[in-house]
């Protein structure tokens, strides 16, 4: 294993979906596997801090991870946003904020580094600062809602709030739903209907494609991936 997760929780923030921590052991690449949510992560290296703004992937890649590093997440839930910074520019991609040993900058303020303890008062203080908001109407889609999506200026927003379509969305929590099943020993063929899909074909393109390995490849634990949790399937419409 390179990538050792230590520890994750879910948060009672209306903004947060997780927080999570882990260390690496060794060097190599690991699968970083699709996700609908974007994070906040403090990596340490060589006792350097660095705060980055990580964006929804809408594909599987392949990642060089480093030896001994040291990472801290914060995961926001789907429909939390930055408003002076549209998540479609984060998506599949990164950004780097100014930081030095005690701070990072963020719209032209200095802030301390977050703690796996102090998350929530955090990201509070993010809020409260306006610097980011959660959209409301993305939560009811959510949670099978559809018509809280039904306007056209709706679904803009929700891709401006999240950075992909709905659909997109959908198929990137399935995915990840599918490989939990795999990995907890369901077999391919009732991961098929659990998961939501049409057939075995069905299923093996969309995790080829969302988290980088066949279903028996996934069942087998052959490959290292980036953080996945158990999830509840999205809702089917």
């Not at 050792?4 to 690991?30: A, K, M, Q, T, Y």
């Amino acid at each position: 294993m390179l990538l050792i997760f230590d520890d994750n929780r879910l948060s009672d923030s209306p903004f947060i979906e997780r927080v999570w921590r882990s260390h690496s052991e060794g060097s190599g690449l690991f699968v970083s596997v699709a996700t609908s949510h974007w994070d906040l992560v403090v990596t340490r290296l060589a006792g350097k801090p660095t705060l980055t703004l990580k964006g929804p992937e809408t594909r599987a890649s392949e990642v060089l991870c480093p030896a001994d590093g040291e990472w801290l997440g914060i995961r926001f839930k789907a429909g939390v946003f930055m408003p002076e910074m549209p998540i479609s520019g984060l998506v599949d991609g990164n950004r780097n904020l100014p930081s030095d040993a005690r701070t990072f900058r963020l719209h032209g303020r200095a802030w301390e580094y977050p703690t796996f303890d102090n998350a929530e008062t955090f990201v509070a203080r993010l809020a409260r600062a306006g610097l980011i908001e959660r959209d409301p109407a993305v939560a009811a889609a959510l949670h099978g809602d559809e018509l809280a999506l039904s306007e056209r200026g709706a679904q803009r927003h929700f891709l401006f709030a999240t950075g992909m379509s709905h659909a997109a969305l959908k198929q990137i929590e399935r995915a990840r739903h599918a490989t939990n099943l795999l990995r907890g020993g369901v077999s391919i063929a009732d991961t098929v209907g659990e998961a939501g899909f049409f057939d075995q074909a069905h299923l093996s393109r969309s995790l080829s494609r969302l988290i980088g390995l066949t279903p028996t490849r996934i069942a087998r634990e052959e490959r290292q991936l980036s953080f996945l949790y158990k999830t509840q399937p999205p809702a089917r419409a």
